[in-house]
């Protein structure tokens, strides 16, 4: 029986050891729990002049014959071709992103019949990248010079938007306190460290219609290459203290 007693009594000593070994851990997930956050989200965005153009020319033949449709829609982009490599655009900067050939019935003007006449449609296209936008204009001109008579698009990039990103990353960031701490104060609070943050950013750059457009002009067609810009948008919580 003595030694039951004191076993019972080891056991009741060691069960008061563990508890109160778990109460500092309990007293910091309180504490944990009790932390007050705010979480906003905070606009930054950055903008930069382009430093990139895609040009898409190209031509359309209709003729009688397919072969001959084909055969000028082939030659014709060619010269088109021949003409932009002139300019100094490297080869490799160009590339064929349409070609397509259809026929089309030919009907009459005042009754609508068919005439049982026939012609064929030949189209070639070819996208241009221009890494000096200064001579955009010179490049469409060159196109439509040698023969292009489709201008199926321009669009304006910048090659290397991490600068870009960085700034308005830190735009963002300062966007964000500066809600916390309006917020905050209105409650009689301060702002803390922030706790998380999640980041989206906007892909690519996308044009920024607040800023100026600047005339490209320089003998060939008129080109605007304007402004683009890069938006960051973070979502951060930060701690919130007692006011001072």
């Known amino acids: 029986m003595k030694r039951s007693i004191a076993g019972i009594f080891a056991l009741a000593a060691l069960l008061m050891a563990v508890s109160m070994m778990a109460l500092p851990a309990a007293a910091q997930d309180d504490d944990a729990a ?6 906003v989200t905070g606009f ?41 490599i002139a300019l100094g655009i490297a080869p490799e900067d160009l590339q064929t992103t349409g070609f397509n050939m259809w026929m089309q019935d ?14 064929y449609n030949a189209q070639n296209l070819l996208t241009i990248t221009v890494r000096d936008v200064a001579i955009t204009g010179n490049v469409v001109t ?11 698009g321009l669009n304006f990039g910048i090659a290397d938007t991490s600068s870009l990103s960085q700034t308005a990353r830190v ?12 917020i905050a104060g209105a ?3 301060t702002v803390g460290e922030p706790l998380r943050v999640d980041e989206s950013v ?7 219609s607040r800023l100026a457009m600047a005339d490209m002009g320089g003998g060939g067609a008129s080109i605007s290459e304007g402004q683009l810009s890069v938006s960051v948008q973070l979502t951060i919580t930060f701690a919130l203290q007692p006011g001072a």
């Open 142 to 152: 060159a196109g439509i010079e040698a023969g292009a008579n489709i201008i199926n």
């Open 187 to 189: 409650l009689g609070l």
């Open 171 to 182: 735009n963002a960031i300062q966007d964000a306190r500066e809600r916390a701490a309006q």
């Open 44 to 84: 930054g965005r950055s903008a930069g002049a382009p430093d990139v153009a895609y040009v898409s020319l190209g031509l359309q033949i209709t003729d009688e014959n397919p072969s001959t449709a084909f055969s000028r829609a082939n030659d014709g982009i060619a010269a088109v071709r021949d003409a932009i």
């Open 202 to 208: 906007q892909g690519g750059a996308s044009p920024d």
């Open 106 to 119: 030919t009907f009459d003007p005042q009754s609508g019949i068919p005439t049982g006449g026939r012609t």
């Open 34 to 39: 009790d932390t007050r956050t705010i979480t």
